[in-house]
């Protein structure tokens, strides 16, 4: 299983990005029993957790987020997405899907995806 994350990019303060974390060559039951995650890295600073999505379909998220993004999944794609909305130049940064499953013993990050916000 692989997580791929992408949807990345350079937006104004203000502006939208939809961030996508596809777990490439995992099975419905595995990812639908799975947690994930999306957590942010801005430059110089440790990654920090964003948004959560449960396996009971609970969603969660950092203080610095509430309101402002919005995580959902489709159990049936594999896919988690991170919508986001009123980007301010501190959300600058590589943002990562992170997947747990402690069933069947999983922990995997994607990539990561850059979002650059301009003032």
């Known amino acids: 299983v692989q997580l791929q994350a992408c949807g990345g990019g350079l937006v104004q303060a203000g502006g939208s990005l939809r961030l996508s974390c596809v777990a490439a060559?995992?099975?419905?039951?595995?990812?639908?029993?799975?947690?994930v995650d999306w957590y942010h890295q801005a430059p110089g600073k440790e990654r920090e957790l964003v948004a959560r999505?449960?396996?009971?379909?609970?969603?969660t998220y950092g203080d610095s987020v509430k309101g402002r993004f919005t995580i959902s999944r489709d159990n049936s794609r594999k896919t988690v997405w991170l919508r986001m909305n009123d980007l301010k130049p501190e959300d600058t940064g590589a943002y990562f899907c992170?997947?747990?499953?402690?069933?069947?013993?999983?922990?995997?990050w994607g990539q990561g995806t850059q979002v650059t916000v301009s003032s």
């Open positions: 999505s449960t396996t009971d379909g609970t969603s």
């Open positions: 992170n997947l747990v499953n402690s069933y069947y013993n999983l922990h995997l």
């Open positions: 060559g995992s099975i419905f039951s595995v990812f639908s029993g799975s947690t």
